[in-house]
């Protein structure tokens, strides 16, 4: 069951920003859980965009940066490409769950 | 580099048994917890099982707990997600995932396979 919230879609034409949001609570993100952010493309398994909150592995390019306040947490993405066309999760751990939940995930369209 | 495969996917009745398993490489396999994650077709992703690197402690959804059973062999490499009770809704692509710690679900994801497909039907 998804317990952190996103908008089912965002678009933006290239070159512009867009933000994703992740809403949780306090079993979750609220109790201080780290929050991560997965891009899947059409077809393929997800990869991991944003780990820790606000940190991006190797080879992800700094166009992507999270943040996190409160029971909440966002993506986003700055100098939009057509390359970015792609469903977007949130994820994080929850303590009365004692497991991961993911979020509703978010489309977002390149116009 | 890091590398995860997924196999024993297929088509199986309802109330049937079906045991995935996720071959790893390249990484210092009983360090890490691992995760089984399931995307419906055309839904979102859901967090399924994890397992901590040493064996001892394991996690499930409450969707799956009481008919799914996860294990690894440090010895082969290698992760297990035993599926009993199978239902319709249990269809999905099953991914297997690497965890960025080593003791259970905290830090996330960082290292997925390509997924096996589990269609349940009569």
């Known amino acids: 069951q998804s317990v952190l919230t996103q908008p089912p879609s965002v678009s933006g034409a290239p070159g512009q920003r867009v933000t994703i949001s992740c809403t949780g609570s306090s079993s979750n993100i609220g109790a201080g859980s780290d929050v991560n952010w997965y891009q899947q493309l059409p077809g393929t398994a997800p990869k991991l965009l944003i780990y820790?909150?606000?940190n991006r592995p190797s080879g992800v390019p700094d166009r992507f940066s999270g943040s996190k306040s409160g029971t909440s947490a966002s993506l986003a993405i700055t100098g939009l490409q057509a390359e970015d066309e792609a469903d977007y999760y949130c994820?994080?751990?929850?303590?009365?769950?004692?497991?991961?939940?993911f979020g509703t995930g978010t489309k977002v369209t390149v116009l | 580099e890091v590398q995860l495969l997924e196999s024993g996917g297929g088509l199986v009745q309802p109330g049937g048994s079906l045991r995935l398993s996720c071959a790893a490489s390249g990484f210092t396999f009983s360090s890490y917890a691992m995760n089984w994650v399931r995307q419906a077709p055309g839904k979102g992703l859901e967090w399924v099982s994890a397992?901590?690197?040493?064996?001892?402690?394991?996690y499930f959804a409450d969707s799956v707990k009481g008919r799914f059973t996860i294990s690894r062999d440090n010895s082969k490499i290698t992760l297990y997600l035993q599926m009993n009770s199978l239902r319709a809704e249990d269809t999905a692509v099953y991914y297997c995932a690497k965890d960025r710690y080593s003791y259970g679900p905290l830090g996330g994801m960082d290292v997925w396979g390509q997924g096996t497909t589990v269609t349940v039907s009569s």
């Open positions: 397992i901590s690197g040493s064996g001892g402690n394991t």
């Open positions: 820790g909150n606000n």
């Open positions: 994820l994080s751990y929850d303590s009365s769950l004692s497991g991961y939940v």
